[in-house]
């Protein structure tokens, strides 16, 4: 096995499987992603952002609609069983708030933002900046996983990627990591190599 196959297998596995998101080019499944990528935005170990998620949507919060529907305290209830203590009201009001926003402008659909940037990854990057709380970490997020489904974002590798790239010896420029795997693989790929940027035992093991 090389030495990309055992990164795949050993840590390629996206954020958003983490949280129980199926990729998909849905708006009911790019919104989850997006809450994932504004909750991960935070200085908070990503396991703990990945467990507020997974707890807003089983309380039912998968879809901007049913996000603006909550109570301000069910999203702060939601938010603190899954441990996302050290944010939780500060972002319980910017995950109604970014929801009043996608309904506004895109009636609660991702794909109409997507339809808006027009193939421009800059573009597309600017209007995700626009919801509250996904800050630059948030909106490599989004994009590093979305590019499973959105292929104008491939390839996704940004600098945290990049990182985990050089830690283990590979190259670090986009298109020529690009080209160690199949295109649909570029996701778990990115996601691997971020975790890799995180982990220096991780990336040791996998020299």
Not at 115 to 135: M, N, S, T
Request: net charge positive; aromatic share 6%.
């Amino acid at each position: 096995m090389g030495r990309v196959e055992r990164v795949l297998e050993a840590a390629g596995r996206t954020f958003a499987a983490e949280a129980g998101i199926k990729p998909a080019n849905t708006p009911s499944t790019l919104y989850r992603l997006l809450v994932l990528s504004v909750l991960m935005s935070a200085r908070i170990q990503a396991k703990i952002a990945v467990a507020a998620a997974k707890g807003l949507f089983k309380a039912g919060m998968g879809t901007p609609r049913r996000m603006v529907e909550a109570s301000w305290q069910d999203r702060v209830d939601a938010l603190g069983r899954g441990h996302y203590v050290r944010y939780d009201e500060s972002t319980a009001t910017a995950l109604g708030d970014g929801a009043r926003l996608l309904l506004d402008k895109y009636s609660g659909d991702l794909r109409k933002l997507r339809d808006r940037a027009d193939g421009d990854r800059a573009k597309l990057r600017e209007l995700l900046r626009e919801v509250p709380r996904l800050g630059p970490v948030g909106v490599d997020i989004f994009c590093r996983e979305a590019q499973q489904v959105w292929p104008e974002l491939r390839p996704y590798l940004d600098d945290k990627a990049r990182k985990g790239a050089e830690r283990l010896g590979l190259p670090d420029d986009p298109a020529k990591l690009a080209e160690l795997v199949p295109e649909d693989e570029l996701a778990r790929f990115a996601a691997a190599l971020v975790r890799v940027s995180r982990d220096r035992k991780l990336a040791e093991s996998l020299r």
